[in-house]
């Protein structure tokens, strides 16, 4: 039976994505990296570096740590279809456990972009071309063939670019993300001490342990002291005190003026007051 509605059938590693005429789905960050073949529609990529789309029989890779807008929608009267491999963290952690450490590259870094266009190819075009009937049809694929899938889609983009092991495997020690240098560019987000650890290749452990060594901070007093000082120079400059303290990455007003006043022994507004 063919599919006549929206849908979202989530395998785990596989996704299934259909939206009729006028549907779309946006999103922002994306926990995991995934690996997509556009079969009707379009997918429109907008970023701080480029924007560009992703049109169909295409192919796009998004890294899990990335900051875009990801907006999927059809394309005139067919619905947007597309199908999905999530590379889950768990599922990476045992694969790399399994394969010839020392015919990893060395000497390559991560790939840049948050988003990339991957060329079409015999590989990816006969891995898609497996799962196309489950697109189709409501027909679902048992775990054992998933598994596979997975494996066969790692084999494929490792092909693809020698920069794809660090980016996929970098929970590797030598290819973690600065952590450091990852906080200080994205401090003033919405995001837990969880997520950083994620979003740096650490479980929450590994991450507090590796923070102790470089300040004498824990990673929240940091986040908030950076965050503060932040806000401090927004306002001295002639922000608002309602912008300042949603640029900065605070949830409420008041939370934030509470801490304000107790590191500057002065309220936002005040402080504002005295740069005018």
């Given at each position: ?111 840049d972009s948050s988003a990339i266009k991957i060329d079409s190819n015999l590989y990816l075009d006969s891995l898609f071309a497996s799962l196309r009937p489950f697109l189709d049809n409501k027909v679902e694929p048992s775990q054992e063939f ?131």
């Open positions: 039976m063919k599919l006549s509605e929206n849908s979202v059938r989530d395998h785990e590693s596989v996704i299934f994505s259909c939206f009729m005429p006028g549907e779309n789905l946006q999103e922002h960050r994306l926990a995991n990296h995934s690996l997509i073949l556009v079969c009707e529609g379009e997918i429109d990529i907008v970023d701080n570096e480029r924007n560009f789309t992703v049109k169909k029989g295409e192919y796009l890779f998004l890294k899990r740590d990335c900051q875009i807008r990801i907006h999927k929608h059809s394309a005139g009267d067919k619905p947007y279809r597309a199908m999905s491999i999530r590379f889950r963290r768990p599922a990476l952690r045992n694969y790399f456990r399994h394969i010839n450490h020392t015919s990893l590259p060395v000497d390559v870094k991560r790939l998933l598994d596979m899938k997975f494996t066969e889609a790692l084999g494929c983009v490792l092909q693809i670019d020698p920069a794809f092991y660090p980016t996929l495997f970098d929970f590797n020690e030598d290819w973690k993300i600065d952590l450091l240098k990852f906080m200080e560019e994205h401090f003033t987000e919405d995001m837990s001490i969880e997520e950083f650890a994620t979003y740096t290749g650490r479980s929450l452990a590994t991450f507090k342990r590796d923070f102790a060594r470089l300040s004498p901070l824990t990673p929240q007093k940091w986040l908030i002291e950076r965050r503060l000082e932040k806000a401090a120079d927004l306002l001295s400059n002639g922000t608002s005190v309602t912008d300042t303290y949603i640029q900065v990455g605070f949830r409420n007003r008041s939370h934030f003026t509470k801490l304000f006043t107790a590191k500057y022994k002065c309220s936002p507004s005040l402080w504002k007051q005295k740069f005018k």
